[in-house]
């Protein structure tokens, strides 16, 4: 049922503006009494402009309608005004990948994840910082999914698509093909609590949500609003030989396995050396590369259309 003080702004990735099936939704839920406004995106940086504006324009949801990077980038643009002046996201994914919606169980289907999304609560989740620090310089961006970094990064940005979807799959039993295909680690110190750990990693998980690169599923046990991350670093190994151990780990995703790492922390900080390579991130499906680079959860910084009975919400915990 419409409910005249809720007012929709749909952020549309120009791309998929003329989506067929999204512009008879939208004329449907305008006749039955909805108000509505569309955007599309011309290119990059629209759309975290839009959600920006959107609460001081007078609306109460911003709908992202794209994939994960325009998801990104409402929810960049809503993390630019204050917590009281943060209109609530909601997503119709017309994405390739769409690893966020999927793993909070949002519809799929253009239609459905519209009518979904004007009916859905807002529930509270946390938002990510990221600071990369490059001198005196510091850039600071927000995810609500995940970052991958090294190896992982590298997969879900480079790989071509018919390896992700393998990938997806069986996960990580391809990694002994990935790795003679393309052996690379990346070093560097990782800070989080107390703690701090040198290390030469494949790849670095750092999760609000559960999966990422098109189905991985890299923070298995992660919650939105949990206050904390879930952290997964996974070891460079020497021989092939190690690498059954490396895979089973990947199966159970131990707190102190040989290869696998699995832990929560609210910070975590990475450093690399000068003769070090600056790190291949993925943040929410964007690819970029850094030296040093802090991630921090904000706490319940958004309120996102979600289902009751999404897994990742603590409420719905059954432990
Ligand atoms: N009108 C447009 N035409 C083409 N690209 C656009 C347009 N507007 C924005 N973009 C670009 O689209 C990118 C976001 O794409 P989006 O995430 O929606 O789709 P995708 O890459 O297919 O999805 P996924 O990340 O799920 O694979 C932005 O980084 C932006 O630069």
Redesign the pocket.
Known sequence: MSDSRKRYLLIV???SSSNPELREAVQSARDRGFTITVR?????G??AEFAEKAFSEGFTHVIAC?????VN?VVNGLMRVAHDQRAALGIVP?????DFATSVGLPLAPGAALEAALELRAHPIDVVRLTAESGDEQAISYYVNMTTGGFGAEVTSSTPKMLKRMLGGGAYSLMGALKAWRHKSYRGTLHWQEREESASLLLLALGNGRQSGGGQVLAPRAKLDDGRLDVLLVKDFSSVWELPTLVGELQDFPSEGRYVHYFTAPKLTVTTRPDDEPWPLTLD??PRRHERFTVEVVPLALGVLLPEECALLSANDRH
Do not use: Q, R, V, Y
């Open positions: 990735n120009g791309k599309a995106t011309w290119e990059g629209d759309a794209g994939g994960d990077g325009t980038e017309l994405g390739s990948a769409n499906g964007e």
